[in-house]
């Protein structure tokens, strides 16, 4: 049975807000290899693959492995930490109260601090449960 994901456009729309006070030169983007470190740093034995033709990021199995698929444009911090925090939480359980704990705290850990705070305003903003659950 798939899991109802009730937050997936209220965390769409939070990031969308926290993200969008950056210049296109501050959302540089990284390189496949570059986001590939970046992933083994949070998740290990993540495949990151060239994600051009998919109009969005995906996180899932291509078979027996696990991968994250990453267009041009997503190929940011922010998207690898949001990719990784599906892996983190679990595939299939969409963007739930840990999914957004997670991320935040991803945030915080590999973008700062300063942006953290900017997604935590906007999760509140835009009603994003963001408490773990025990």
Not at 21 to 50: A, F, G, S
Not at 98 to 117: C, H, K, M, S, Y
């Amino acid at each position: 049975m798939k899991v109802r994901d009730n937050q997936r456009s209220r965390v769409y729309r939070s990031e969308h807000l926290a993200w969008s006070v950056y210049d296109q030169e501050t959302m540089i983007p990284l390189t496949l290899n570059n986001c590939q470190k970046l992933t083994d740093r949070l998740v290990p034995n993540i495949c990151v693959m060239d994600g051009r033709g998919r109009r969005k990021a995906w996180a899932g199995y291509v078979g027996c492995r696990r991968v994250i698929k990453l267009p041009k444009w997503a190929r940011t911090k922010f998207t690898v930490c949001h990719e990784a925090s599906h892996w983190i939480t679990g595939i299939g359980l969409g963007h739930n109260n840990n999914f957004a704990a997670t991320l935040l705290d991803l945030i915080r850990r590999i973008v700062g601090p300063l942006e953290a705070e900017i997604l935590k305003q906007s999760y509140k903003e835009c009603r994003v449960r963001f408490r773990r659950h025990k």
